[in-house]
């Protein structure tokens, strides 16, 4: 919302409940962090869990009808069922705007460092899913404006939802003064920027580097303000982090750097071994905004090569999912396993190299995030899927610690508790299974736990550790 936001001092600093007690029908819960541009809260509605972004109004001369109308229409526009997910609502008071939208749970920038860690066909199929929600965007004269891993949220079955379209932050930004991308864009604080190059502007050079005095990004968006080739380079930016694991290409230094002719991201995407994925990349990462294809086009000249031939009919499969948000988890599964024939025929054809690309990988995503785990969650899947094609799996015998790890864990000490994937606690079982030690550590807290020297106690110190030197 321009220059003008930035330079408005507020009276008084209030804590984001304040301005969220008084709408009808939500409940909040807590904050998701706040920032001098937005105060970010997770709230409950009829129809959910939402997250509430508050703008605090200090100067009641800002176009913010305007504005509210830009995200009405994006509303009309955007769909999940193409991987947008739009603002649902705006509403102003007179002491704030909000905007509503629905809680995800899991970023991108979230799962990188979540287990088990992303496969590379699992990558693949992100970076396949943020092109199609682009070219769906673009397609409709709709640029983001802020594409970064946080705004790529993933549901359970991994279906990429690109949320927080920014039409409401400026264009163009000074290159010669940080105080507006860091008001902007820098939410994380993380210093990573993957603002397109050319929407940096010398103050003297640019008549118009205020969003308030130009006119929505749906009406000048492709007629020289925000255009789709600023989406695909920072689009290209997050998936570099994506596919590297957390490293970013560029730090708003060197990015300022690059525009000048300084050096590129050569040195981060030779991380990356895929030789396709790394040329996708590089095409998106361009100086120039004419050298960088547009996502349709991406996706027309790489198919079958970085992207395998399948991913187009297992979008539209799942549309049909992400579409149906109606059906229960059994009806579903019902569906999976009259569907995998199909399925498995076009993973054969259209694979290519199998071992790199097995798609059954990304079905069986959709298979155990559609498991109601009230119902025995292993049967159905193991014996009407895996029994019948044991080669949908990698199997690793003992490493899930699944199995009776009473004794490990509460009787002796375990030294090999760190090679295993997850283990299960069985701690509300102590009782009957551990009585012997039960008595005495019934309950462990930071004291009694100092004290204990079975595995768990070793695993809980690690713990205790952790925090402690995290806040001191």
């Given at each position: 919302?321009?220059?003008?936001?930035?330079?408005?001092?507020p009276?008084?600093?209030?804590?984001?409940?304040?301005?969220?007690?008084?709408?009808?029908?939500?409940?909040?819960?807590?904050?998701?962090?706040?920032?001098?541009?937005?105060?970010?809260?997770?709230?409950?509605?009829?129809?959910?869990?939402?997250?509430?972004?508050v703008?605090?109004?200090?100067?009641?001369?800002?176009?913010?009808?305007?504005?509210?109308?830009?995200?009405?229409?994006?509303?009309?526009?955007?769909?999940?069922?193409?991987?947008?997910?739009?603002?649902?609502?705006?509403?102003?008071?007179d002491?704030?705007?909000?905007?509503?939208?629905?809680?995800?749970?899991?970023?991108?920038?979230?799962?990188?460092?979540?287990?088990?860690?992303?496969?590379?066909?699992?990558?693949?199929?992100?970076?396949?899913?943020?092109?199609?929600?682009?070219?769906?965007?673009?397609?409709?004269?709709?640029?983001?404006?802020?594409?970064?891993?946080?705004?790529?949220?993933?549901?359970?079955?991994?279906?990429?939802?690109l949320t927080d379209?920014?039409?409401?932050?400026?264009?163009?930004?000074?290159?010669?003064?940080?105080?507006?991308?860091?008001?902007?864009?820098?939410?994380?604080?993380?210093?990573?920027?993957?603002?397109?190059?050319?929407?940096?502007?010398?103050?003297?050079?640019?008549?118009?580097?205020?969003?308030?005095?130009s006119?929505?990004?749906?009406d000048?968006?492709?007629?020289?303000?925000?255009?789709?080739?600023?989406?695909?380079?920072?689009?290209?930016?997050?998936?570099?982090?994506?596919?590297?694991?957390?490293?970013?290409?560029?730090?708003?230094?060197?990015?300022?750097a690059?525009?000048?002719?300084g050096?590129?991201?050569?040195?981060?995407?030779?991380?990356?071994?895929?030789?396709?994925?790394?040329?996708?990349?590089?095409?998106?990462?361009?100086?120039?905004?004419?050298?960088?294809?547009?996502?349709?086009?991406?996706?027309?000249?790489?198919?079958?090569?970085?992207?395998?031939?399948?991913?187009?009919?297992?979008?539209?499969?799942?549309?049909?999912?992400?579409?149906?948000?109606?059906?229960?988890?059994?009806?579903?599964?019902?569906?999976?396993?009259?569907?995998?024939?199909?399925?498995?025929?076009?993973?054969?054809?259209?694979?290519?190299?199998?071992r790199?690309?097995?798609?059954?990988?990304?079905?069986?995503?959709?298979?155990?995030?559609?498991?109601?785990?009230?119902?025995?969650?292993?049967?159905?899947?193991?014996?009407?899927?895996?029994?019948?094609?044991?080669?949908?799996?990698?199997?690793?015998?003992?490493?899930?610690?699944?199995?009776?790890?009473?004794?490990?864990?509460?009787?002796?000490?375990w030294?090999?508790?760190?090679?295993?994937?997850?283990?299960?606690?069985?701690?509300?079982?102590?009782?009957?299974?551990?009585?012997?030690?039960?008595?005495?550590?019934?309950?462990?807290?930071?004291t009694?736990?100092?004290?204990?020297?079975?595995?768990?106690?070793?695993?809980?110190?690690?713990?205790?550790?952790?925090?402690?030197?995290?806040?001191?």
């Open positions: 919302m321009g220059n003008q936001l930035s330079a408005t001092v009276s008084q600093i209030l804590p984001v409940d304040h301005y969220i007690e008084e709408i009808e029908n939500v409940v909040y819960e807590k904050s998701l962090g706040s920032t001098r541009f937005f105060k970010v809260a997770r709230a409950k509605a009829q129809e959910g869990d939402i997250v509430i972004k703008f605090v109004v200090n100067d009641p001369s800002l176009p913010l009808n305007e504005h509210q109308s830009n995200l009405e229409v994006l509303l009309s526009v955007l769909t999940p069922q193409w991987g947008c997910l739009p603002f649902q609502k705006a509403m102003l008071t002491k704030a705007v909000l905007l509503f939208r629905q809680y995800i749970h899991t970023s991108a920038y979230d799962r990188i460092s979540t287990r088990p860690f992303l496969m590379d066909l699992e990558k693949k199929w992100i970076f396949f899913q943020v092109l199609k929600a682009l070219s769906f965007a673009h397609t409709n004269r709709v640029c983001h404006g802020d594409i970064k891993l946080e705004n790529i949220m993933l549901t359970s079955f991994s279906w990429v939802l379209f920014a039409s409401y932050k400026p264009a163009y930004i000074p290159e010669d003064n940080p105080t507006d991308f860091t008001y902007f864009f820098d939410t994380s604080r993380r210093r990573v920027c993957y603002i397109a190059p050319e929407r940096f502007r010398s103050e003297g050079g640019d008549r118009q580097i205020s969003r308030l005095n006119q929505s990004v749906l000048q968006g492709l007629k020289g303000e925000l255009n789709p080739a600023m989406d695909i380079f920072s689009a290209g930016c997050a998936l570099t982090e994506l596919w590297t694991e957390g490293v970013p290409p560029f730090t708003l230094a060197s990015l300022l690059f525009r000048s002719g050096p590129g991201p050569e040195h981060v995407l030779e991380k990356i071994e895929d030789l396709e994925i790394r040329e996708v990349l590089k095409i998106m990462m361009a100086r120039e905004p004419s050298d960088r294809m547009s996502a349709y086009h991406l996706l027309g000249k790489y198919k079958g090569v970085a992207f395998p031939g399948f991913f187009d009919h297992f979008y539209k499969y799942f549309q049909i999912i992400a579409d149906d948000s109606c059906s229960l988890s059994d009806e579903r599964m019902k569906k999976f396993h009259k569907d995998l024939p199909h399925l498995m025929d076009i993973f054969k054809r259209d694979s290519g190299n199998t790199k690309n097995n798609g059954c990988v990304i079905f069986l995503t959709l298979v155990t995030a559609n498991i109601r785990w009230y119902y025995n969650a292993g049967e159905r899947p193991s014996i009407e899927v895996l029994y019948k094609d044991p080669s949908l799996v990698h199997r690793v015998k003992l490493k899930f610690g699944a199995h009776m790890l009473v004794h490990k864990l509460y009787k002796s000490y030294k090999e508790w760190k090679e295993q994937i997850t283990i299960h606690l069985l701690f509300n079982h102590r009782p009957y299974l551990d009585k012997e030690n039960f008595e005495t550590y019934g309950v462990f807290n930071e009694t736990i100092m004290s204990y020297n079975q595995t768990f106690g070793f695993m809980a110190r690690e713990v205790l550790l952790m925090k402690y030197a995290s806040t001191n």
